[in-house]
């Protein structure tokens, strides 16, 4: 079992930048494919970005390229992701993912295993 709990979240300006943290608790010392995925009211669930938790490996969604950085914080079990410029479209409760199987693509949100309760990103026009 793994415990994830995101914060981070906030209401910000076009342009802003913020930086979103999961703190892992439980079996963390097993490698996982970890994850950021967003929704938005309406919206699907979508992928934002991803990592293999003992490095090495990264994914980001095509639209958040060069915007989004994911990482963790040392050799602590707290995944960031860094945001910056953000946009309007950027507004979503942000979603803290991990998932035992590190085989495939990372995109998809059905093999994880685990979640976060989310935290809320509100950027203002």
């Known amino acids: 079992q793994v415990q994830l709990v995101e914060s981070g979240g906030g209401l910000v300006q076009t342009g802003d930048s913020l930086r979103l943290s999961c703190a892992a608790s439980?079996?963390?010392?097993?490698?996982?494919?970890m994850g950021w995925f967003r929704q938005a009211p309406g919206k699907e669930r979508q992928f934002v970005a991803g990592?293999?938790?003992?490095?090495?490996?990264?994914d980001y969604e095509d639209s958040v390229k060069g915007r989004f950085t994911i990482s963790r914080e040392g050799a602590r079990n707290i995944l960031l992701l860094q945001i910056n410029k953000l946009q309007p479209e950027d507004t979503a409760v942000y979603y803290c993912?991990?998932?035992?199987?590190?085989?495939?693509?990372?995109?998809?949100?059905?093999?994880?295993?685990?979640w976060g309760q989310g935290t809320q990103v509100t950027v203002s026009s």
């Open positions: 993912a991990a998932r035992r199987d590190i085989v495939g693509s990372m995109r998809d949100a059905r093999p994880y295993d685990y």
């Open positions: 990592m293999l938790w003992s490095g090495g490996r990264t």
């Open positions: 439980g079996r963390t010392y097993l490698n996982y494919i």
